[in-house]
């Protein structure tokens, strides 16, 4: 079966200031490093409000509407900005995160990467923070649950920032086990494996900075797998940051191409176990150009790799 990729042009809307380093730059790194990949290529759909109010109150939605600039940039927080195409492309990364797990639950694609700009997993139930708008993986995991009636979706997240808006948006959801690999200390200061969500099912592994690959393995070989194993999940959606890599300016690991593959592996090991082998991957960080390329085309050969061999067994 197939891989699908979803991206599309209005990401590139998302226009931030000069040296800011989620930039549209950003996209076409992605594009190079998949560009030998043969993948399903779709655009990515406008998501309406109701996807979004999944996890956020229309309040938030409407205040974020209201603050789009007709010129220029608008400053949500510290490193947060709106432009004229930001809402757009928000939106589409929200559409296209929900659209690839229709298809992957559907059987239309065996695995699924989306490739969005804003990134999502930092925006809180009602703030946008660290570049993020919406929550674009927990409002997917809210999609699989409530519209395609899964019981149990596991979110894993090995963006070097620790995933404080998928955490705060799920924290009281039981039907979703949330495991988050991150860089302690660093932005944005959450992510202690003492928390554990409303009903224990968060798990948290803070990396020391300066650590490599090798503990990152032994990491997740120790709490993040037995986890995922125990809980049994149907869907298996992925928070895809790139800027653990050792290049990336904003953090301090030291993983490389070879360390991604080796946890996509892993990943899609206990999705083929589980559920069918269902994956959908969503960009997060990763702000070294080169890297992102090399480790975006590391991860997602991994996922056609798995794809084409569901097909050949099939």
């Not at 809402?87 to 229709?102: I, K, Q, S, T």
């Not at 963006?159 to 979703?176: F, I, K, P, S, Y």
């Not at 653990?244 to 690991?253: I, V």
Request: aromatic share 6%; glycine share 12%.
């Amino acid at each position: 079966m197939a891989t699908a990729f979803f991206s599309h042009g209005a990401f590139d809307g998302h226009v931030t200031p000069p040296g800011h380093p989620e930039q549209v730059a950003r996209l076409a790194a992605v594009a190079r490093g998949l560009a030998e990949l043969d993948l399903d290529r779709r655009e990515a759909p406008l998501a309406g409000d109701a996807e979004v109010l999944r996890c956020h109150p229309a309040a938030y939605v409407d205040r974020v509407r209201r603050a789009v600039p007709a010129q220029g940039w608008a400053q949500l927080d510290g490193d947060t900005y709106l432009a004229p195409g930001s809402l757009e492309a928000a939106l589409r990364g929200v559409g296209g995160a929900c659209a690839a797990v229709d298809l992957v639950i559907g059987g239309g694609a065996a695995n699924a990467f989306v490739a969005p700009r804003p990134p999502g997993h930092h925006a809180e139930r009602d703030t946008a923070m660290g570049f993020c708008l919406f929550g674009t993986v927990a409002i997917a995991a809210k999609r699989a649950l409530d519209h395609h009636g899964l019981a149990r979706v596991a979110v894993m997240d090995f963006d070097v920032h620790h995933g404080n808006g998928t955490q705060d948006l799920l924290w009281d959801e039981a039907r979703v086990l949330f495991c988050s690999s991150q860089q302690m200390p660093l932005y944005p200061g959450t992510g202690a494996s003492s928390e554990k969500g409303a009903h224990g099912q968060i798990v948290n592994v803070p990396l020391r900075g300066g650590s490599d690959g090798a503990d990152m393995r032994a990491a997740y070989a120790a709490r993040v797998f037995p986890a995922v194993q125990a809980f049994r999940p149907e869907l298996i959606l992925i928070s895809a940051g790139f800027d653990a890599h050792a290049d990336d300016p904003l953090a301090g690991l030291n993983w490389r191409e070879a360390d991604y593959a080796w946890l996509t592996r892993r990943i899609c090991d206990l999705a083929d176990a589980h559920c069918g082998g269902r994956v959908v991957s969503v960009l997060e960080g990763g702000y070294d150009l080169d890297a992102l390329a090399a480790s975006v085309a590391a991860h997602v050969g991994v996922l056609k790799e798995r794809g084409d061999g569901r097909e050949t067994r099939g």
